[in-house]
C-alpha cells in the first residue's frame, strides 16, 4: 500500500500525479504515467463526454528493479458548486493478476519444452516483420533439422531427447540477435 502524499505537495492534479511518479512509477512508466493524468488531457476527455479512464503500470516495488503492476485509473466529476472538474485518483494492486495474464500469454507462444516461440507465433511474428519490411529489404530464414533425433529418443530416452532440444535451442538463441525471431516450428518426434 502507498502512503498518503505528505500535506506539503500542492493538492492539484499536476502536483499530485507528478509527487506519485517521482516517488512511486517504474522509471520505464514515469512518462505514461504523467502523460495519463496529464491535465490538459483529462479536461479534453471530460469535455467529449469520457468521465473515466484507466490503464495499466508499472510501480517501483519492494526487491531492487522488480516493478509491481498496478491499475491507475481516474473518476472525472463536475464540482456541482463551481465550473471547475474534480479527479478522483485510484492506484490498485493487480500484480498477481497481471502476471498470471503475462505467463498464459507467454506460454500461448511459446513451446513448452524450449521457449522458442510455438509455429503459430513464429509464423505470425515472421508475417508481421514481412508486412512492416520496405520494399527490397533482405531477410534470411534458416531452418535447423536435428539428424537422426528419432534415434536419440529411441535409443537414450525421450527425457535426453529433451535435453538436446533445449541445449540447442540456448546455443541458437545465443549466437543470435535479441531481436532475431526463433521458433520452434516441429514437434512431432
Not at 86 to 99: E, N, S
Request: proline share 5%; charged share 25%; net charge negative.
Amino acid at each position: 500500500m502507498l502512503p498518503r502524499v505528505p500535506p506539503t505537495v500542492p493538492r492539484t492534479l499536476s502536483a499530485m500525479a507528478l509527487y506519485t511518479a517521482e516517488n512511486y512509477a517504474f522509471p520505464d512508466d514515469f512518462q505514461k504515467f504523467l502523460e495519463f493524468y496529464s491535465r490538459n488531457r483529462l479536461l479534453d476527455c471530460y469535455n467529449r463526454g469520457i468521465h473515466g479512464e484507466e490503464m495499466e503500470c508499472r510501480r517501483q516495488g519492494c526487491e531492487e528493479g522488480q516493478p509491481l503492476w498496478t491499475l491507475a485509473s481516474v473518476q472525472l466529476v463536475p464540482d456541482p458548486y463551481s465550473s471547475d472538474v474534480k479527479g478522483f485518483i485510484l492506484l490498485k494492486d493487480i500484480d498477481a493478476q497481471k502476471r498470471e495474464e503475462l505467463l498464459i500469454s507467454a506460454r500461448s507462444k511459446q513451446d513448452p519444452l524450449t521457449g522458442l516461440l510455438n509455429r503459430m507465433e513464429f509464423e505470425s511474428e515472421m508475417s508481421a516483420l514481412l508486412q512492416r519490411s520496405k520494399f527490397g529489404a533482405l531477410h534470411a530464414v534458416i531452418i535447423v533439422d536435428v539428424d537422426n533425433f528419432k534415434a536419440v529418443n529411441d535409443t537414450l530416452g525421450h527425457v535426453y531427447g529433451d535435453q538436446v532440444l533445449v541445449k540447442a535451442a540456448k546455443n541458437l538463441r545465443s549466437m543470435l540477435r535479441s531481436g532475431d525471431l526463433v521458433g520452434r516450428l516441429g514437434g512431432d518426434e
